[in-house]
């Protein structure tokens, strides 16, 4: 039971990625589904959340206007398009259910669950 995210990879400053995040054993329409990101030396960095619709998202100031999120039930998957890419967008993505809020909410100390390994997207030139 777990979210899987793939997708990353190099690209040159200015390019995309979209990266996938999986479902497996569970629902993931059943949680707000958020993105995260861990650079080497720095604390994880919240990038993004999709509401259990589909129909609400929220995202940090460092990638508004150039990331959006979205989700396919059907699938049981959630995807991050990343455009514009940055070099300080470097880093290891994990996607994550909220398992203590039935919408996006960027509250402290809430409780995340069903991790996956993440997937490294290193933008460079």
């Known amino acids: 039971v777990q979210l899987q995210a793939s997708g990353g990879g190099l690209v040159q400053p200015g390019g995309s990625l979209r990266l996938s995040c999986e479902a497996s054993?569970?629902?993931?329409?059943?949680?707000?589904i958020h993105w995260f990101r861990q650079a080497p030396g720095k604390e994880r960095e919240g990038v993004s959340c999709?509401?259990?619709?589909?129909?609400?998202?929220v995202f940090a100031e460092s990638v508004k206007g150039r990331f959006t999120t979205a989700r396919d039930s059907a699938k049981n998957a959630v995807y991050l398009q990343m455009n514009s890419l940055k070099l300080e967008d470097t880093a290891v993505y994990y996607c994550a259910a909220d398992l203590e809020h039935s919408r996006c909410t960027t509250v402290p100390g809430t409780t995340f669950g069903y991790w996956g390994q993440g997937t490294q997207v290193t933008v460079s030139s």
């Open positions: 999709v509401s259990r619709s589909g129909g609400s998202t």
């Open positions: 054993g569970f629902t993931s329409a059943d949680y707000p």
